[in-house]
């Protein structure tokens, strides 16, 4: 079977769940914040189904165990953010995936993170992956986040590259609705946590199990 070729001038990576494993940072959060509130996690499913509805915008209601759920945002993002500053690690070959991209187009890198971006730089430095990435965007840089197309719209004026020569490539059903709602070409990728059935139904371009298999898929 022939494989689809795309050809793109800048290719926009999501952060967590795309470029980086983020799953024990999730799990570290959730049993931190329960712990807090003198709770224990009662299913690891729901440390990833909290992340999940923060993407997406939905109430974290009958996963906050009975707590509060503004004090329960509150105290989960502070304990992920330290979580992931620790616990992502890069996922297996990422940079030699990068490494092929960089030869194809000019990358940047998007992240829902509420962070500052040399925060974001600082984590890629240590995995040494920063050097592949001309912009950075995270969720301090602008008004609204995805499916909002601003960030993947800003992504493509800073690299100076048309957003219809653009491809998004994200862990999410989200990333994909940005991607779509700029304009651009979407890569979905099962790496994170949505599943790829979850992420077939927004339709992307194409589906993989993780970043490693895009170089193929580009001329």
């Not at 990422?94 to 600082?122: C, S």
């Not at 993780?210 to 193929?216: G, S, Y």
Request: glycine fraction near 6%; proline fraction near 5%; charged fraction near 25%.
């Amino acid at each position: 079977m022939n494989r689809p070729k795309f050809h793109v001038d800048g290719i926009i990576l999501d952060l967590d769940g795309t470029i980086v494993d983020s799953k024990e940072a999730y799990l570290d959060a959730a049993i931190e914040t329960f712990s807090t509130f003198g709770q224990k996690l009662r299913e690891q499913k729901a440390a990833f189904e909290i992340p999940k509805r923060f993407e997406l915008g939905v109430p974290l209601d009958g996963l906050t165990q009975g707590i509060n759920v503004d004090s329960f945002c509150e105290v989960y993002l502070k304990a992920y953010y330290a979580a992931t500053d620790i616990r992502s690690k890069p996922f297996p070959h990422v940079a030699d995936a990068l490494e092929k991209l960089l030869m194809k187009a000019r990358l940047a890198l998007t992240t829902r993170r509420h962070v500052p971006e040399n925060e974001i730089v600082k984590q890629l430095e240590r995995f040494g992956l920063s050097k592949y990435f001309e912009v950075i965007v995270t969720g301090v840089d602008t008004a609204s986040p995805k499916p909002s197309p601003e960030t993947i719209l800003k992504c493509s004026r800073e690299l100076g590259v048309s957003i219809t020569d653009c491809m998004v490539v994200g862990d999410s059903t989200t990333d994909i609705e940005a991607g779509k709602n700029a304009g651009t070409r979407t890569v979905a990728v099962f790496s994170g946590i949505f599943s790829r059935e979850e992420l077939q139904k927004a339709n992307p371009d194409l589906i993989l199990p993780n970043v490693i298999f895009m170089p193929d898929f580009l001329e």
